[in-house]
Antibody, heavy 115, light 108 residues
Framework: QVQLQESGPGLVKPSETLSLTCTVSGASIISSYWTWIRQPPGKGLEWIGYMYYSGSTHYNPALKSRLTMSADTSKNQVSLRLTSVTAADTAVYYC?????????WGQGTLVIVSS | EIVLTQSPGTLSLSPGERGTLSCRASQSVPSNYLAWYQHKPGQAPRLLIFGASSRATGIPDRFSGSGSGTTFTLTISRLEPEDFVVYYCQQYGTSPNTFGQGTKLEIK
């Protein structure tokens, strides 16, 4: 059974960089695409983007200029980096498997952007 | 991008009843690439349906999906107490993938 676990700071200051890691167990990250999704408080789910371990990526155009996704095959982890954050980036961030529909998700991690 | 509108926002029913949740797309979803998820608070969302009508692995047959084009439906034939949570639809036929705003199923 595939399990995903997001981790990272729960509080980030405005203008700084948000960095999250998704640790995958039960499957190798080279076996699939991996997607990041977020949900701001009281709002709907927003697709952030996806990546393949080789470095191939596809980002939401609205976030593309601030976004970087990467993989560490030795740790079986994928990561997200979002620069110049604002309060609008406050959300629960999820990682999920696949790039079309998502058959496994993490439980999500809340990131609050505040000074 | 394709905008998905779910209705109703909240659906009040009793255990044992049939639940019908709707998802309408602002334009036709290519290849009916439409998925449904169940989301319990504090847990990982769970894939129920993909390709509009294919049940994901391990999903009980009381969950079924139907529809095509711009109109899709998730039906729960006999509601169990654990089914009273939030449901989302998602299209993956056109980038960017988009989600509906969710339907909350509550006990009447």
């Amino acid at each position: 059974q595939v399990q995903l676990q997001e981790s990272g700071p729960g509080l980030v200051k405005p203008s700084e960089t948000l960095s999250l890691t998704c640790t995958v167990s039960g499957a190798s990250i080279i076996s699939s695409y991996w997607t990041w999704i977020r949900q701001p408080p009281g709002k709907g789910l927003e697709w952030i983007g996806y990546m393949y371990y080789s470095g191939s990526t596809h980002y939401n155009p609205a976030l593309k200029s601030r976004l970087t996704m990467s993989a560490d095959t030795s740790k079986n982890q994928v990561s997200l980096r979002l620069t110049s954050v604002t309060a609008a980036d406050t959300a629960v961030y999820y990682c999920a498997r696949r790039d079309d529909f998502y058959d496994s998700w993490g439980q999500g991690t809340l990131v609050i952007v505040s000074s | 991008e394709i905008v998905l509108t779910q209705s109703p926002g909240t659906l009040s029913l009793s255990p044992g009843e049939r639940g019908t949740l709707s998802c309408r797309a602002s334009q036709s979803v290519p290849s009916n690439y439409l998925a449904w998820y169940q989301h319990k608070p504090g847990q990982a969302p769970r894939l129920l349906i993909f390709g509009a009508s294919s049940r994901a692995t391990g999903i009980p047959d009381r969950f079924s999906g139907s529809g095509s084009g711009t109109t899709f439906t998730l039906t729960i034939s006999r509601l169990e107490p654990e089914d009273f949570v939030v449901y989302y639809c998602q299209q993956y036929g056109t980038s960017p993938n988009t989600f509906g705003q969710g339907t909350k199923l509550e006990i009447k």
